[in-house]
Structures are given as C-alpha cells and as structure tokens.
T-cell receptor
Framework: KNEVEQSPQNLTAQEGEFITINCSYS?????LHWLQQHPGGGIVSLFM???GKKKHGRLIATINIQEKHSSLHITASHPRDSAVYIC???????????FGKGTRLHILP | DVKVTQSSRYLVKRTGEKVFLECVQD?????MFWYRQDPGLGLRLIYF???????EKGDIPEGYSVSREKKERFSLILESASTNQTSMYLC??????????????FGAGSRLTVL
C-alpha cells in the first residue's frame, strides 16, 4: 500500500468552478507540503502545514491529523491554475520527504 | 527573488556518455537535493547534501554520483549514461535542519534523454 495517495489523478473543470484535491496518508508525519508544477517542469511550494488550515489568495489547504487527510481547494478556478498538484509528506520516522504522484488539473476557459 | 538554477533545461546524450547536471542556488541554503521524476512514479530522491563536501544517498543512488565543492553548487553526475536514466531531473534546496520541516525551493528541471 502506498504511504500517500492523491485523488483524483486527473481533473478537468470549467473556469470558475471550486476545485478540491485530496491527499490521504498512512504514516506519522511532522508536516505536509502542497506543491504546484506547471508544464515545463518547475515546482513551486504552495503550503507547508502541520495542523488546521492555511489560505493564500484563492488557494486553501487543510489538514486533519487524526484522519490522516489533507485537501487543497481552489476557489474561482482559472485556466492559469492548470498544473500538476503534488502532496508531499515530511516523515516523523526519519528525515525524508515522500511525494504523492500528483493530480493533473486542467481548467477550461 | 531567490533562485535555484539548473544549467540545462534539455539534454540529449548517448548511452555510455558521462553527463553533468549542475545546480546553483543563491539563497545560502545548506541543504541541497537531487530528484528524478518519472510518469506514474512521482519524485524520487537520488542524493542529498547537508553541507559542503558532504553527501548522502537517497532512495535511488545507483548509477549516479554527486559533488558539492561549494555551498551554492550541487552537481549530479551520470558516469555512464543508460537509457533507463532518461528522465526529468529536479534540484532543490532548503534551510538547514530537518529537511521535512523546511520549504523546498526547486529549480526548473533538466529533461535528459539518453539514446
């Protein structure tokens, strides 16, 4: 069983829709990262969180430590939000980061 | 604007060639990492370094080596490139200490094709 699972793998939505991307994990973590990767490769760190909720512009990230689950929400989605979104776990057991396989988001104009 | 710069965005090499991938950061970060990214597999750690002249193997170090002679520069070396090393290579850096608790800053990636 994978230690981190993202869903959905692919998501296509219309501009303006509310988007939710989920990340579930099965291990103890000290923090969870959400990353964004645009076509072409470069990765940008969006959030690092260990509890509760963080907001930056139209992006909101939440984490429930007891349920081992995090969500990334995008409000009023826009075609420029089209990217791969990656969940990454900072492990408790060692100084490692485990990356999810990513969710490919495509926002249609 | 802080930056991690990878020297080559696209490279095409032949089997058996020696390949150097260079990564330079201007943030005075102690920690530097090399990952490879393949479809369906996510990012996998090849090597990392917490200090100058220091290196540690990641999850998939076979076929690779690294060099960190200066704090700002972390090089990935493929001694004899093989076709299964065709991939996207990503360099990252972070502040010192427990790497999982620090934000990673990534380079733009180097897409290597080995023929």
């Amino acid at each position: 069983k994978n230690e981190v699972e993202q869903s959905p793998q692919n998501l296509t939505a219309q501009e303006g829709e509310f988007i939710t991307i989920n990340c579930s994990y099965s291990v103890g973590i000290s923090a969870l990262h959400w990353l964004q990767q645009h076509p072409g490769g470069g990765i940008v760190s969006l959030f690092m969180l260990s509890s509760g909720k963080k907001k930056h512009g139209r992006l909101i990230a939440t984490i429930n430590i007891q349920e081992k689950h995090s969500s990334l929400h995008i409000t009023a989605s826009h075609p420029r939000d089209s990217a791969v979104y990656i969940c990454a776990l900072a492990m408790n057991r060692d100084d490692k980061i485990i990356f999810g396989k990513g969710t490919r988001l495509h926002i249609l104009p | 604007d802080v930056k991690v710069t990878q020297s080559s965005r696209y490279l095409v090499k032949r089997t058996g060639e020696k390949v150097f991938l260079e990564c330079v950061q201007d943030m005075d970060h102690e920690n530097m990492f090399w990952y490879r990214q393949d479809p369906g597999l996510g990012l996998r750690l090849i090597y990392f370094s917490y200090d100058v002249k220091m290196k540690e193997k990641g999850d998939i170090p076979e076929g690779y080596s690294v060099s960190r002679e200066k704090k700002e520069r972390f090089s990935l070396i493929l001694e004899s490139a093989s076709t299964n090393q065709t991939s996207m290579y990503l360099c990252a850096s972070s502040l010192p200490g427990y790497s999982g608790a620090n934000v990673l800053t990534f380079g733009a990636g180097s897409r290597l094709t080995v023929l």
